[in-house]
């Protein structure tokens, strides 16, 4: 089951924490069953009790400064440096690293709505970013707060923010690093050590920067506010002048400082150790310095301009060096090397430079004239060369980085679209949105507050008015547009404040001015005169003269209160005319207008010069610079950002409350509390209401089919809202008082317990289902897979089948042609097929003839194989047989080419096997045997021999030797033929068993042929042949066999055939022998 953890981080929520692989995992966690749910830590009860509200509209008692503190108090201590009070953001500086800004923190911050994470400036930078997007609207992001509470800070974060979320091409990724670059830059001219900040900004910004289209920024434009320029001539102890100029003694490389005619030491430079306080821990000037050297590369400065501004700057340090001395009346500069260096690095003539530090030009009755000045003068004309020279290169420095951030684009145009597509794309482009964010000092109360503070303080009275208007509006709209009763809003308008300073004629920047325009003596108490006079009656301004006697023992004479908005502020007027009238001789301007440097020449234009009326007073410019700020803000949606600093001491974990105190009045954030409480303490839109608590009422729960708002009221109704506690507006509900929102956030944090386990239920029965149709799917896909295959390999050989069919079916046509391509399987195939065939039914012995018929090309062959096959058979038949067996086959084979087919009885003897004798030694009489002597028989038969008279019958026994047929009857040798005697032997074509041996008739010893008779004539016939080797003369006849009786006479011996065997004397004289029929004939 996939688990849900949570984790307590610093921002104050509760969040899942992505792991390596994208799961979500982290330490000391708690697991619930919730998917991506962002769970605040203000939902629950006991977090709330520990860490407070994350929204100041919640705070029950919201009229309570003590109340406010607190709640900041406690989320200081949990580093939750962020809280709300509606849209504006506090910020408490913690001084440490939190690690809360982090590319994670950035995605989660990324297209999330404001109020369901927990406070972060990203979510500041997210919102106004969504809000530009998405309603077009260009947006400001106004961050004020006192010297050190973390402006600059917040506003890098911001513009960090957008570097990475927003989408980038490879154009926009230089104009994000020259947006980025331009930070340092505009620091190390324009920051410095303070004892409130180490890294102070002098000087406010105004910062444009500008969207696509597509959302990506392409370009930025900044407007700087009122550079304290005095720093360059004189810093309070434990301060330091501006950045660049330690960075260059301290960074510059061996051969630049010889250029620059510089030590590196800063205690050698006047201007550089007024404070006392060169070296700073928690800076280094020498990284810096490789740090605003690349960023000067990364935003388009040539070697050249890099030169020539680093001139300058050392030119302001050799500036300060300029000594005096002669008389009082008449200044000279002592220093002579001093002044050559100046005016090679300001590239003007030497003669020209001295005179004019020395000397100021003055139009006498229309004549020019020099006046020599004496030491106070000289020393003073110096100083505000060195400013002049400081604060125009530092506005050219912001225009030459606005311009490197616009070129990007133009060039871009220019590039990549043609001269006809310019103008179109051009448009598109500069048709971008805008999202302003500036950084500017917030009130300032010190000891001793001067005409800087009173520019200050009038700037945050001018936001707070653009403030009041802007919120109350947006309130009011927002009531109209939800169709609820505006109720009017007691807040503080401070416009009355306002017009006491600026407005015409009868404000105080038109009395100063007109102090300092008047001829005659005006000084800085005339000019308080004259405010006592003009606005001494206004209920927000106090001089030592009309206060009441209490306010008088805290209030100089030479000073001014105003009553801010904020709270009281005591101003002393000196300085007011000089720092007002910023003055810078002529005869120094011009010197400047002759400078070789390019810079220079851009930062003292000569149509000054020619210019006769008197250029605008300090405060005039930033009065209209002011207007010219609101003009742009108020054409903008803003969000703000109220920076808090918790202690002077920049230390972390510390919690002044005195200071804190006094920056919550100042920064007037009780009162920015009370406009946004005027009416509801809270307010959502219907359907993220009702999402996050349907689940309370059983009649929103899961889902609410109707319309939005009735199911809003079903579900307040259910929970037992009270009438005065909301109202329904049109799409959003309101609530009055944040105890209601408690109570029913207390009721969602039980449920959700409930709700988890139903939750956890419900997820574990969907992931099992999921893992079963997992399961089933893959078995589809399986079974699928393997059925395509079979059906595949199953049309496969359908295929080939049909072509072997074809084939063979061609092959058949064209199988008496000669061997082609289309009978060559056919003809392979049948040969194949009868020798499979022949080799399965091959004969089983060698009697077996058959024989499967060849196809006609391997009749041949065939005939081959036959004959190999036989002998094959006959051989290993001749191997298997006995030499008994052979030699009754010898004998049989005998028999058969003597009588085969020729008579009668011969088939019949075929199957009976010829024995070696019929006779044994028992059967034959030993005076016989005796009678053979040595001769050995062979064969001996009992026969019956027809005597040749009458033809009668006498058993007999015929003995075959070696060398002769012998007929014995009883113990007689009866007749002995020998075989070289024997003529011929004749028998009957039929079936008896009747043969002649014939003898030759002039033999005396022998009586005639003998006529015998034998039951087995085959056998005896064929061992008489062997024996006597008479195979050829045995003669088989047909009819009658003619023999020799002795003494010439002749017999004849008839033969026919006849139903059973008989002989006898026929009354021809001849023995006739009737032979049985048999059936092979
Ligand atoms: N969010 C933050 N997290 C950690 N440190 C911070 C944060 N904000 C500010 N600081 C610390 O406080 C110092 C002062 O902040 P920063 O320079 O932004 O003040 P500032 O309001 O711009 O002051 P000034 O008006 O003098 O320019 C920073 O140098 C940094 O050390
Ligand atoms: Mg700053």
């Not at 406010?68 to 809280?83: A, G, H």
């Not at 009588?899 to 009668?904: A, H, P, Q, V, W």
């Amino acid at each position: 089951m996939m688990e849900l953890k949570i984790q307590l981080i610093p921002t104050g929520e509760i969040i899942l924490s992505p792991g390596k692989n994208g799961e979500n995992h982290c330490h000391n966690c708690k697991v619930v069953a919730s998917d991506g749910v962002r769970a605040m830590m203000e939902s629950a009860l006991t977090a709330r009790d520990r860490v407070g509200v994350q929204d100041f509209v919640l705070l029950e008692n919201y009229t309570s400064e003590a109340a406010f503190i607190e709640n900041l108090r406690k989320r200081f201590k949990e580093n939750l440096i962020y809280t709300y009070i509606g849209s504006v953001l506090v910020s408490v500086n913690p001084y440490k690293d939190l690690e809360i800004y982090t590319k994670n923190h950035m995605e989660r911050y990324r297209g999330v709505n404001f109020y369901e994470v927990s406070p972060h400036i990203y979510a500041v930078a997210d919102n106004s970013y969504r809000s530009m997007r998405t309603e077009g609207k260009d947006q400001c992001i106004l961050i004020s707060g006192e010297s050190g509470a973390g402006k600059t800070e917040a506003s890098k974060k911001i513009l960090q923010y957008y570097a990475v979320t927003c989408p980038a091409s490879e154009q926009v990724q230089t104009v994000k690093d020259r947006l980025l670059q331009s930070n340092p830059v505009l620091e190390a001219f324009g920051n410095a050590k303070t004892l409130r900040n180490d890294n102070s900004s002098r000087f406010g910004k105004y910062m444009d920067i500008q969207f696509d289209f597509k959302g990506a920024p392409v370009g930025g434009h900044i407007i700087n506010y009122l550079l304290e320029k005095s720093r360059v001539v004189h810093q309070n102890h434990g301060e330091r002048n501006f950045h660049i100029f330690y960075q260059l003694i301290e960074g510059g490389e061996e051969d630049l400082l010889r250029h620059l005619g510089l030590e590196r030491n800063p205690q050698q430079y006047q201007y550089l150790i007024k404070g006392n306080c060169p070296k700073v821990s928690s800076i280094n000037d020498r990284s810096d310095w490789k740090v605003v050297r690349k960023a000067l590369t990364v935003i388009g400065f040539s070697e050249n301009e890099v030169e020539e501004l680093l001139n300058i700057i050392a030119s302001v340090l050799h500036l300060g060096n300029v000594q005096y001395g002669g008389e009082d009346s008449n200044a000279c500069i002592t220093s002579d090397i001093q002044i050559k260096y100046l005016a090679r690095l300001l590239g003007v003539n030497v003669s020209v430079l001295t005179e004019a530090l020395t000397h100021k030009k003055i139009i006498a009755k229309g004549e020019e004239l020099m006046s020599p000045l004496n030491l106070e003068q000289a020393s003073s004309a110096r100083d505000a060369l060195a400013k002049a020279v400081y604060g125009r290169t530092f506005t050219w420095l912001v225009n030459k980085i606005n311009a490197s951030l616009t070129y990007t684009m133009m060039k871009w145009c220019l590039l990549y679209a043609g001269t006809f597509l310019f103008l179109y794309i051009t448009n598109a482009f500069f048709n971008y949105s805008v999202i302003g964010l500036l950084d500017i000092y917030g009130f300032e109360v010190f000891q001793h507050n001067s005409f800087e503070q009173f520019c200050i303080n009038y700037c945050n009275e001018k936001l707070q008015q653009l403030f009041i208007e802007l919120t109350l509006k947006s309130e009011q709209d927002e009531y109209e547009a939800e169709g609820i009763t505006w109720e009017p809003v007691q807040y503080f308008n401070n416009k009355i404040i306002c017009d006491l300073v600026e407005e015409k004629f009868k404000g105080i920047i038109s009395i100063l001015d007109e102090e300092c325009l008047r001829p005659g003596d005006a000084s800085d108490l005339t000019f308080l005169e004259k405010l006592e006079d003009t606005v001494g009656g206004h209920a927000h301004f106090v001089t030592h003269k009309l206060a009441d006697a209490k306010t008088r023992k805290v209030m100089g004479r030479d000073e001014f209160r105003l009553l801010h908005y904020a709270g009281e502020v005591n101003y002393n007027v000196n300085g007011f005319l000089d720092k007002n009238n910023d003055l810078l001789f002529r005869n120094l301007k011009e010197v400047m207008c002759m400078s070789e440097n390019k810079i220079l020449t851009q930062c003292f234009n000569r149509e000054e010069l020619s210019d006769k009326k008197r250029p605008d007073t300090a405060a005039t410019q930033f009065k209209a610079s002011l207007a010219k700020l609101m003009e742009i803000l108020m054409s903008k949606e803003p969000s703000y950002v109220r920076c808090i600093k918790p202690n002077d001491s920049k230390q972390s974990g510390r919690f002044d409350e005195v200071l804190i105190r006094h920056q919550v009045k100042y920064l007037g954030l009780m009162e920015n509390l009370r406009v946004r409480r005027a009416g509801f303490a809270y307010r959502r839109r219907y359907e993220v209401f009702l999402q996050r608590y349907k689940s309370l009422c059983p009649g929103t729960w899961p889902n609410w089919d109707g319309k939005l708002s009735d199911g809003v009221s079903t579900l307040v109704k259910h929970l037992g809202y009270k009438p005065e506690e909301y109202k329904m507006g049109r799409s959003k509900i309101f609530i009055r008082f944040p105890k209601t929102l408690f109570a029913t956030e207390d009721a969602l944090e039980t449920r959700k317990h409930s709700l988890a386990t139903k939750l956890q239920a419900g997820w574990k029965g969907y992931s099992q289902k999921c893992k079963y149709q997992k399961l089933r799917n893959s078995a589809i896909a399986v079974q699928a897979w393997w059925r395509g295959i079979l059906a595949r390999r199953r049309a496969q050989r359908r295929r080939q089948a049909a072509n072997t069919i074809r084939r063979f079916i061609k092959g058949f046509i064209y199988r008496h042609k000669e061997r082609c391509p289309e009978n060559e399987y056919f003809l392979d195939y049948v040969r194949y097929s009868f020798l499979m065939n022949l080799c399965k039914n091959l004969p089983k012995n060698v009697l077996d003839k058959s024989w499967p018929t060849p196809p006609a090309a391997l009749t041949e062959a065939s005939e081959h194989l036959r004959k190999m096959c036989m002998q094959n058979m006959v051989w290993s038949y001749c191997k298997k047989i006995s030499p008994e067996w052979k030699h009754q086959m010898e004998q049989k084979m005998i028999a058969s080419e003597i009588f085969k087919d020729k008579k009668d009885n011969y088939p019949q003897s075929v199957p009976k096997l010829f024995v070696s004798t019929r006779l044994d030694g028992e059967n034959i009489n030993p005076k016989v045997v005796q009678a053979l002597g040595s001769e050995k028989m062979k064969y001996a038969v009992p026969v019956t021999k027809y005597d040749r008279r009458g033809y009668k019958p006498r058993p007999r026994q015929l003995l075959l030797t070696a060398n002769s047929a012998v007929i014995a009857e009883e113990g007689k040798l009866k007749q002995r033929i020998d075989y070289g005697a024997l003529k011929g032997i004749s028998v009957s074509s039929l079936s008896d068993g009747v043969f002649v041996l014939h003898v030759p008739s002039e033999d005396n010893k022998q009586k005639g042929d003998v006529v015998l008779q034998s039951d087995h004539v085959i056998e005896t016939l064929t061992k008489i042949a062997i024996c006597a080797d008479k195979i050829n003369t045995i003669n088989i006849n047909q009819g009658s066999i003619k023999f020799t009786m002795g003494q010439g006479k002749e017999g004849i011996i008839d033969f026919t055939p006849g139903s059973e065997l008989l002989v006898a004397k026929a009354k021809n004289g001849h023995l006739s022998v009737t032979a049985p029929r048999l059936n092979s004939r």
